[in-house]
DNA sequence: CCAAAAGTGTTATGTATACACCCATGG
DNA sequence: CCATGGGTGTATACATAACACTTTTGG
């Protein structure tokens, strides 16, 4: 056997920040793709489990610390990268909006949020890639309550409720949302309130974190 | 870059007939695990794209044509394999009872099916990849109207019944799962009859598979 | 005529949907 | 006092779940 194919990671990270949805990209530095702009990724190290070859790649490319990070899917096709049979196992991830930080701290040209309906051309086959993942986290809002992973630690309800409008691309009927999530008796409602300038102050959740990861095992159908 | 990870697949396949759902598996002729069982697979050649590589090593092994192939995950930890750094992507494969000949044709000591509740001991991380492969075949019953590429093209409404209650692992309603079915208007009932020996005999139907793949594509939810 | 599997409707209960007004605050 | 976003209840339609007897054949 002389196989000289070789392995890589990619990560489509995901976040939510003031009513949309961004991606983190990267601007190629060098060939093949020098300037373009690509999911960041890189190849895995040969003692190295895939999970940290994607964390590790993610802080070196990005300085972005993920906070939920599943595998998406493996792509294999022989003619997806210019420099050879590179496959590719795929990764989703999702971030707090207190990452997304590093769109100050790191050079533009470098590393940027795209909003999900405002992408550029990307290199290699990861317009795909980004097709599958965009697709995955939309249904996956749909039979899993979906948030914790996105919104910071207390948030108003209104967040949650334009997470998934958003995201579904659709509007939804307040008063029956927040029955149905609050029904899943996962969020703590706090003593706290917030205001955003205008109208009435809103009061701020948090997700109990127990209930809701029972919840997630559960594999819970939540059919918003 | 110096990588020296080798890449692989693995196919979970099932099959269904008479009652029980079966695995298809096979035995290793040499080390490691020689002599154990296994599930099919084996590595991916330099040009090769990966569902063909799954392909060719289906027929090389077990003379099994595929009727149905998705992918299901890729396993990577570092050490799964005493060989080295190999990293697998497993498939999910569906069959028609008329596969199950190979049992026949085939020296039984090196490839066959298995109950998937009388599993024998297993190579590597296999174990995982059946566990897995099993809890994606349970959910996946429960969200599309799975059977086309498990069940022959004629059958009588009972057997698509069994596979249902034997994959679920719980009694389902008769009458409740027959209005269900029927009106998802996938099936075509034909002029046809079986007799099993005893009782009634049994109208044949066949999946209608323009309905069936349009359906599937709006991944409607079968909530069984 | 008996055993065995196939075929068939109705009712009750729960869940999803549609819908509009009052509340609390800042300016 | 006005503009802005936050918060709340009810009635209807639809879908699910529970439940048992009749029909057709082979032996």
Redesign the interface.
């Known amino acids: 056997?002389n196989?000289?194919?070789?392995?890589s990671v990619d990560a489509v990270v995901f976040g939510y920040e003031a009513g949309t949805i961004s991606v983190l990209l990267i601007k190629r530095k060098y060939e093949p793709f020098k300037g373009k702009w690509a999911i960041p990724g890189g190849?895995?190290?040969?003692?190295?489990?895939?999970e940290k070859a994607v964390e590790r790649e993610l802080k070196e490319e990005t300085g972005v610390e993920i906070n939920y990070l599943e595998?998406l899917?493996?792509f294999?096709?022989?003619n997806r990268d210019p420099r050879g049979?590179i496959?590719s196992?795929a990764y989703f991830g999702l971030v707090h909006p207190s990452a997304f930080k590093i769109n100050a701290s790191t050079d533009a040209e470098e590393v940027q949020w795209f909003k999900i309906d405002e992408l550029p051309q990307l290199s290699f086959d990861h317009k795909d890639i980004l097709k599958l993942a965009i697709s995955r986290l939309q249904?996956k809002i749909t039979y899993e309550p979906l948030g914790f992973e996105l919104l910071d630690e207390k948030f108003p309800f209104s967040d949650l409720e334009n997470l998934y409008t958003t995201l579904l691309g659709r509007p939804i009927d307040r008063r029956n949302f927040r029955k149905k999530f609050l029904k899943l008796n996962i969020l703590d409602e706090l003593d706290e309130k917030i205001s955003k300038g205008s109208g009435r102050p809103a009061n701020l959740f948090k997700f109990n974190q127990k209930r809701y990861f029972k919840l997630k095992q559960e594999?819970i159908?939540f059919?918003i």
């Open positions: 056997m196989q000289s194919i070789k392995l190849f895995v190290l040969n003692n190295e489990a895939l595998q899917y493996s294999g096709n022989p049979r496959v196992i249904s594999g159908i059919d």
